[in-house]
């Protein structure tokens, strides 16, 4: 499977939100979906790789876990989305 290359314009994002537990507020991770594609097509060749080219228990699954850490450089990359005003922001994460 090829991994897409960045493009020119990014106008497509996949976001994930971690709504945790009770009384806290909700995590969230905004992530390039050119990213997150090249990102899964990389570990789950990898995955493959390991187990002699095939998934070991359910061959058939189309199932992908993806773990924090590989996504942790976008958490609350709202920016990103460049729908803020400039001077709407102080910071990257969308508040002022």
Do not use: K
């Not at 976001?15 to 905004?30: E, L």
């Not at 050119?34 to 187990?51: F, G, S, T, V």
Request: charged share 20%; proline share 6%.
């Amino acid at each position: 499977m090829d991994a897409p290359a960045q493009p020119l314009e990014v106008t497509t994002f996949w976001i994930f939100v971690d709504v945790g537990q009770q009384h806290t507020a909700p995590r969230y991770w905004i992530v390039p979906q050119w990213w997150i594609r090249n990102d899964i097509a990389r570990a789950h060749q990898a995955y493959l790789d390991r187990h002699g080219g095939r998934r070991p228990s359910n061959p058939q699954s189309t199932h992908h876990a993806i773990e924090e850490h590989r996504v942790a450089q976008w958490e609350d990359r709202w920016d990103i989305l460049e729908i803020f005003a400039a001077d709407s922001c102080t910071d990257h994460t969308g508040h002022s």
